[in-house]
């Protein structure tokens, strides 16, 4: 009977820590791997509009924030015929929330760039992505997930 008490509170201390620990992320710059963090406030804004995406093909990972809220998260990148992609799942909840602001900043090694999201509805191109992604992170993309096409746009606007 000690021992379930000496382990029941271990469990509670740990999920202490953790609820805390998530809310502590919130207050930092940028997602802290993947804990999704604060609003991405460093680094330098790309102010001209970016038409050339073919940088991100070696780039594992980037940061994203929504323009309609002050969180963000570690999410893949994707660089495909000419266009680039950032992946997600049903089970995200930040890619509902595209669907009514598609506004969104990505920093992408110390950079921000002010985008817009456009989700990919056809199921080929959805296909060819993931392809592509499955490819890039050596590891199967399953069918579940769906991608988001990442277009530049001024800042400010």
């Known amino acids: 009977m000690k021992l379930l008490k000496i382990v029941a509170h271990s469990l509670v201390g740990i999920l202490v820590v953790v609820v805390l620990g998530l809310i502590v992320t919130k207050f930092f710059d940028g997602p802290i791997g993947p804990l999704p963090g604060g609003a991405l406030r460093s680094g330098e804004i790309v102010t001209a509009r970016v038409d050339d995406w073919s940088f991100v093909a070696d780039v594992e990972l980037i940061e994203l924030q929504l323009v309609a809220e002050n969180q963000s998260r570690t999410v893949g990148i994707v660089f495909d015929g000419g266009a680039t992609y950032i992946s997600s799942t049903p089970a995200t909840f930040w890619q509902r929330k595209?669907?009514?602001?598609?506004?969104?900043?990505?920093?992408?090694?110390?950079?921000?760039?002010?985008?817009?999201?456009?989700?990919?509805?056809?199921?080929?191109?959805?296909?060819?992505?993931?392809?592509?992604?499955?490819?890039?992170?050596?590891a199967a993309v399953t069918p579940d997930f769906f991608f988001f096409r990442v277009e530049s746009r001024a800042h400010g606007a």
């Open 98 to 138: 595209v669907e009514t602001s598609a506004d969104a900043w990505l920093r992408i090694e110390g950079r921000r760039y002010p985008v817009a999201l456009s989700r990919i509805h056809e199921p080929a191109r959805n296909a060819a992505i993931r392809t592509v992604a499955t490819a890039k992170y050596a």
